[in-house]
């Protein structure tokens, strides 16, 4: 009987053996399979534009609402890291290198003209070829004289505005724009502009100067920075793109009647301790877009590296806002 018994209880655990090795076959293929990016992954590209190669940050799903993000001086998509992984989830991302910085190509400034005009053109070349024709822009700094331009140019593709720091206004110039004015009337007779301009000591104070809260900003960022524009020909291409920046100064008057015509909804989120961009330059926005949405943060003029969740929070929750 006792035999019997067992054989019996024997059989059953074999039949609940069995089940269980079925089950786990079922579900193997799905726990082996790869396991797909998530939305907040980056992925790097480089790709071909007028015959220069661009280098370019993406992330987010290619079906949701796209956010262009051009970075400023003398920075690059880098600059974005952090900012990404928090839009993606929602948001399809682009961050280009202009030419000249990060890890798009640099031509020698003797064959490649390194105007605002050009670094607009290419840029709006990339989305093209991209098949990207809506989108909302994020302007930083040199961001804001290439984003207007590309504004101007295709005022169809804009959805909506976000400017940090990006000037628009005669109010927004801090006071070492009159020494770099010196240099646009005698370039030849100001080099001392461009030594300052290019120099290590400048190059940190971009990211630490009027902020409370150095602890914040990597100190690799800045060293960096200087380490490529220290790389032979950039002085040359930054000379050219600092002199050409008096055509972005003649251009206020123009992109200000461009933003009263069109109208499009506008974040500025600024850091109101710049001192090359001050504050004025931000509630000037109000002037010609008077439902403009605008902070002015306890932040310098990198304000992403200080105040990087708020600056995520006010642009997820103004673009909640406008859809498109």
Known sequence: MTRILFAHIKARLLRVAAVAVATLAMAAPASAAPL??????????????????????????????????????????????????????RYHVIAPDFPGFGQSDAPAASAYAYTFDHLAGVMNDLLTDLEIDRYSLYIHDYGAPVGFRMMVAHPERLQALITQNGNAYQEG??????????????PEGHPEVVDAFLSFEATELRHTAGSTHPERYNPDT????????????????????????????????????????????????WGANDPSFIAPGATAFKKDLP?????LLDAGHFALDEQTDEIARLILNFLAGHPG
Not at 53 to 80: D, M
Not at 222 to 234: C, M, N
């Open 173 to 186: 110039l801090g006071t070492k724009w009159s020494k770099i004015a010196q240099y646009w009337a005698d």
């Open 291 to 295: 439902d403009a949405e605008v902070h």
């Open 36 to 89: 797909e990016s998530t939305a907040s992954t980056t992925s790097y590209h480089r790709v071909k534009v007028d015959g220069v190669g661009i280098f370019y940050r993406e992330a987010g799903p290619r079906n949701a609402p796209t956010i262009v993000l051009l970075h400023g001086f003398p920075s690059s998509s880098r600059e974005f890291d952090t900012l990404i992984p928090l839009l993606a989830p």
């Open 222 to 269: 800045w060293t960096d920075e200087f380490a490529h524009l220290s790389k032979p020909g950039q002085r040359e291409i930054q000379s050219a793109l600092l002199y050409d920046y008096r055509t972005n100064v003649a251009a206020y008057p123009q992109w200000q009647a461009w933003l009263r015509e069109h109208k499009p909804p506008t974040l500025v989120a």
